[in-house]
């Protein structure tokens, strides 16, 4: 049988990775907790976690570069705490791949909903179909690829969960509300700055012409609609 999932914490503040340790591992998960981005990389050569949870501001390799880096080799999600006044380093991160961030001070309580989010990706419903054949796309989901006009396109974990939520739903007006729940899950339904993000980085990946969309279309203060093309 598989084991606890496993959760790597990566923090310079030793309060913050006390805290997180006890709380997670309270729940059941594995946790490993390391104490800089170059640590947290070299944990990661022979212990694979199933989520990583990391602060922004550290030394030397901090919290958006580690995302960088980890994305190069690894599609494991992304959680990271950042204060609230750092706006443009969230958003930083958020490009960088991560899929999901936490703002300090947090309540465990949410950061637990976010960890139980993350790992649950998207819903069940996957498995009656599992692969989406439609217009342009072919989305895999067992395997996590999407090809777009046979051209293999690599997303991040939140990106693929985005994409396939609205491919199953071609051609209908999808409200922000509603794309952030079934994605981020019910506690993120105001962060409509997500999807500003995450759509942003779908067209640059998906579209012919990011600046003229055909795919993910924007319906003004609404939502967005995916048309699949011919």
């Given at each position: ?7 790597l ?12 340790r ?23 050569k ?10 922004l ?11 960088r ?6 599609s ?17 991160a958020l ?17 637990l ?18 692969v989406?054949e ?6 895999d989901?067992?395997?996590r ?6 051209r ?15 491919a ?13 729940s ?10 409509v700055?997500y ?6 980085q ?7 012409g ?9 319906e ?6 995916f048309?699949?093309g011919?």
């Amino acid at each position: 049988m598989p084991g606890p999932p496993r959760i790597l914490v990566v923090d310079d503040e030793p309060q913050i990775t006390r805290v997180l340790r006890t709380s997670l591992s309270t729940q059941g998960y594995d946790i490993r907790v390391a104490n800089s981005g170059e640590m947290a990389l070299e944990i990661m050569k022979d212990w694979q976690p199933s989520l990583i949870i990391t602060d922004l501001s550290m030394p030397s390799i901090d919290g958006v570069e580690l995302c960088r880096t980890v994305r190069n080799t690894s599609s494991v999600p992304i959680i990271v705490l950042s204060v609230r006044d750092k706006e443009q380093q969230k958003v930083e991160a958020l490009d960088s791949g991560a899929d999901d961030y936490v703002t300090k001070p947090f309540g465990m309580n949410e950061l637990l909903a976010r960890v139980r989010a993350n790992l649950r990706r998207v819903p069940a419903e996957n498995e009656a179909d599992p692969v989406i054949e439609i217009g342009d796309f072919r989305i895999d989901t067992p395997a996590r690829k999407v090809t777009v006009l046979e051209r293999e396109v690599r997303l991040t974990p939140k990106e693929f969960d985005l994409l396939v939520y609205m491919a199953r739903r071609p051609g209908k007006v999808i409200t922000h509300r509603t794309l952030l729940s079934a994605v981020w899950g019910g506690q993120s339904t105001e962060q409509v700055e997500y999807l500003r993000v995450f759509v942003g980085q779908l067209r640059k990946k998906l579209e012919p012409g990011a600046a003229s969309p055909r795919y993910l279309v924007t319906e003004p203060w609404v939502g967005y609609r995916f048309e699949p093309g011919d």
